[in-house]
Nanobody
């Protein structure tokens, strides 16, 4: 059974940092795309960032320059380093893994974590 488990969420003051981790089990994702999305209540899921097997990264404009995605294929884990956090970053963050970045957005052949709450206080 494939599972993605997020950890590292929590409460932080504006301007602070948090690091999310997403540990995958059940299969290897070293040749897959991995990414992070976020979704606030009543809003659509929003792409945050993704990284492909070669190490190339993609970021939403809203987080560019503040968030950093990385992966450790030996640990089958991806990370999201969030710096200079703002109150508008408050929401639930989901990790995902799938064949390509476009598949993460569509959900085709992709796997998702259960979500991690990030709360940024003003």
């Amino acid at each position: 059974q494939v599972q993605l488990v997020e950890s590292g969420g929590g409460l932080v003051q504006a301007g602070g940092s948090l690091r999310l981790s997403c540990a995958a089990s059940g299969r290897t994702f070293s040749r897959s795309a991995m990414g992070w999305f976020r979704q606030a209540p009543g809003k659509e899921r929003e792409f945050v960032t993704a990284i492909i097997w070669s190490g190339s990264t993609y970021y939403a404009d809203s987080v560019k320059g503040r968030f950093i995605i990385s992966r450790d294929n030996a640990k089958n884990t991806e990370y999201l380093q969030m710096n200079k956090l703002k109150s508008e970053d408050t929401t639930v963050y989901y990790c995902a893994a799938g064949p390509r970045v476009i598949d993460l957005s569509s959900g085709h052949g992709s796997y998702w974590g259960q979500g991690a709450q990030v709360t940024v206080s003003a």
